[in-house]
């Protein structure tokens, strides 16, 4: 005879609780993970064992000004124009320098040759102050939090000729021994060219923060 | 019936035993999802700023040249229309004349002032004051004019008028100038007293122009012209120490104002380069001369001391 669990209210609450005990054990279990984790967390010296967050994915805002000619584009649509070829051009710019750097051979050709020639010897022997720079050997990982950029560009006829960017860029490394944060506050003088924008002139630093 | 009470006792204790027990795991069950999902600590220290990844490091670098580079900075008599100038600026007469000598290696230079009546050859017009050559043939035949003087090659040149000297010098804000003597020039409309001075447009073509009252005439004239394009750099200087973004605003300024062959990226890259060189690092250099009469008219014999000068600069020599 087949009896609807309902119509038994005796095992009900055994079954209701045997259900309970069940999930309980799981969230417990997953709980006493978390917290496993967090106790190792706390230590200066955290393992590189325990998986880091995800990285965001790098996004440079830029908020642009422009100078025109008279008798060009409105200073707001040249503005509005120039915005997507300066993203691009600080996104690869902290991707060489940072996010693909990091691990790395060592070799900052692809950092390099975002330099117009005259400041590219310069660039080479400034690298720490550009880029992760000698630190990149020991870091796994870098995971952006902020990059953003504030440009005034100069405009010529139908398309930018130069322009001035202060680039601020925070993001988190990994490293065997830890993770730290690090920065690039930086003032770029831009040149562009019929490739894209090279950096004719910076004056930058990089480190922790202050 | 107490049996029967007893006997329906034990039922009702087992779902109260029961009930408490599932209200417990309950309890436990919500204390174990918050512990699973309330935010965790991370095993490495990413929020906690842990290790230091990297040592502070600051680097600067504007364009390397090694290199000299020559610019004839010219001012035309004409094509200002608010000075009642008309005509072309390429056709005027070059009433200023300052060949810009820098040693971009060593970050140092010249401006060597010339008078205008100097009295040269003119490649193809015999000889003739050297502000004629730009109205012979425009900038091109004064380039040559001044390269076969002083045996210097000429990168480019950089043109510009009365009106565009004053625009220039009203948009960037004007520019901080050592008067180096009381002048009241009423020919020239230049009323300034001695010392240092925030000069306006006017100010600035007033002193740039001021001849027939001063001492030197037009040796201290040529003399002020030098001063003033070093007076430029030098605020040019503070200006882009102050907000770098400035580079752009004096290059747009130059690109309404001047008319030069320095393609743009070149143009970029010495005004960058000229963040670094001090002022002071310039020598301003009238270039000797005697005046003297040609053919009924006032002119000025360059000197031998002028051909030794061009000599050292050729060689190198600028201090």
Known sequence: MIVPARSNPGRRPAVVAGLLAALLLTALVAGCTSGGRSGSGGQATGSTAAPAAPAAPLEVQVAATARVPPGELSAKQA??????????????????????????????????????????????????ALSLGAAAADVSAVR??????????????????????????????????????????????????????????????????? | MTRGQVAGSPPRRRRA???VGVAGLVVALVAGLVVAVSPRRPATAQEGAAVTVQRAHAGSATPAFNKRIVLLTIGSDSGAPKFGRGGSMERGRADALQLVVLDAAKHRGAVLSFPRDSYVPIPGHGTNKINAAMAFGGPPLLVATFERLTGLTIDYYALTSFDGLTDMV????????????????????????????????????????ARKTLPGGDFDRSRHQGQLLLSGLGTFQRQVAENPARVMTWLDVLRDEVRTDVPFPELLRLALLATKVPPSSFKNLPVPGAAGMAGGASVVHLQPSAYSLFARIRAGKLS
Request: aromatic letters at 8%; hydrophobic letters at 40%; a positive charge.
């Open chain 1, 144 to 210: 952006p939090s902020r990059a953003s950029a504030r440009a005034v560009v100069l405009y010529g006829p139908q398309r930018p000729e130069a322009a001035t960017v202060r680039l601020a860029f925070d993001a988190t490394a990994d490293t065997a021994q830890g993770s730290g944060q690090v920065h690039l506050r930086s003032v770029l003088q831009l040149l562009a060219t019929g490739e894209g924008w090279r950096i004719a002139a910076f004056d930058s630093r990089t480190g922790p923060p202050k």
């Open chain 1, 79 to 128: 503005a509005k124009q120039a915005a997507p070829g300066l993203e691009k051009f600080l996104d690869r710019y902290l991707t060489e320098a940072y996010v693909d750097a990091a691990g790395g051979d060592g070799n900052w050709s692809g950092l390099l040759g975002l330099f117009d020639t005259p400041v590219r010897a310069s660039a080479r022997k400034q690298l720490d």
């Open chain 2, 170 to 209: 009203n948009k960037v804000g004007g520019v901080q100038v050592n008067v180096d003597m009381n002048l009241r020039d009423h020919f020239a409309g230049a009323f300034l007293d001695k010392g240092r001075r925030k000069l306006n447009g006017g100010q600035a073509l007033a002193y740039a122009r």
């Open chain 2, 17 to 19: 035993v029961a009930l």
